[in-house]
């Protein structure tokens, strides 16, 4: 008779903590359904998001699309650039329009043009690179005429 009202009592605390067991395991299981609505809600596209965003799963997705944008704007904006220098050169090509000291990284401050503090190690980079560019071109110019021009003397 012991023995059974020990199995009894053992029965009773096993099914006691088969149901903290199984009421834990709802909490659990509510948690994290709460968490993936959450992370739904986050990863859903926004009105104006564009085809390109809507498949970028992860953060390491999303900060690699941004270095990409990031990278176009900047070659974007020195294309833009170039073209304006270049358009300035040809449209003033009888006044001899004068670009030396001008950059895209330069402003005009008091009537001077300056480097601003942030862009002064980018601009001497820069300077460095186009010295090395117009010195390469120079020695492997095949015609001699500088700028690429064919000018002639007749």
Same mark, same amino acid.
């Given at each position: 008779?012991?023995?059974?009202?020990? $199995?009894?009592?053992?029965?009773?605390? =096993?099914? @006691?903590?088969? +149901?903290?067991? @199984?009421?834990?395991?709802?909490?659990?299981? /509510?948690?994290?359904? %709460?968490?993936? $609505?959450?992370? /739904?809600?986050?990863?859903?596209?926004?009105? %104006?998001?564009?085809?390109?965003?809507? &498949?970028?799963? $992860? #953060?390491?997705?999303?900060?690699?699309?941004?270095? /990409?944008?990031?990278? !176009?704007? =900047? +070659?974007?904006?020195?294309?833009?650039? !170039?073209?304006?220098?270049?358009?300035?050169?040809? +449209? *003033?090509?009888? $006044?001899?329009? *004068?670009?030396? &000291?001008?950059? #895209?990284? /330069?402003?005009?401050?008091? &009537? !001077?043009?300056?480097?601003?503090? !942030?862009?002064?190690?980018?601009?001497?980079?820069?300077?460095?690179?186009?010295? %090395?560019?117009?010195?390469?071109?120079?020695?492997?110019?095949? %015609? &001699? *005429? @500088?700028?690429?021009?064919?000018?002639? *003397?007749?």
């Amino acid at each position: 008779m012991e023995k059974a009202r020990k $199995t009894a009592d053992k029965l009773k605390e =096993v099914e @006691k903590e088969l +149901a903290d067991l @199984k009421a834990s395991s709802a909490e659990e299981k /509510k948690k994290l359904k %709460d968490k993936v $609505t959450a992370l /739904k809600a986050m990863m859903a596209p926004a009105e %104006d998001e564009s085809e390109g965003t809507r &498949g970028l799963a $992860t #953060r390491a997705e999303l900060v690699g699309k941004v270095k /990409k944008l990031e990278w !176009q704007m =900047v +070659a974007s904006m020195n294309y833009g650039w !170039q073209n304006a220098m270049d358009q300035l050169k040809i +449209a *003033n090509a009888e $006044t001899g329009l *004068n670009t030396k &000291g001008v950059s #895209r990284l /330069k402003k005009v401050e008091n &009537g !001077q043009i300056v480097v601003p503090e !942030q862009y002064r190690d980018m601009e001497l980079e820069e300077e460095e690179e186009d010295s %090395d560019e117009e010195e390469f071109e120079e020695e492997n110019r095949p %015609d &001699g *005429n @500088k700028e690429g021009h064919d000018e002639s *003397n007749s």
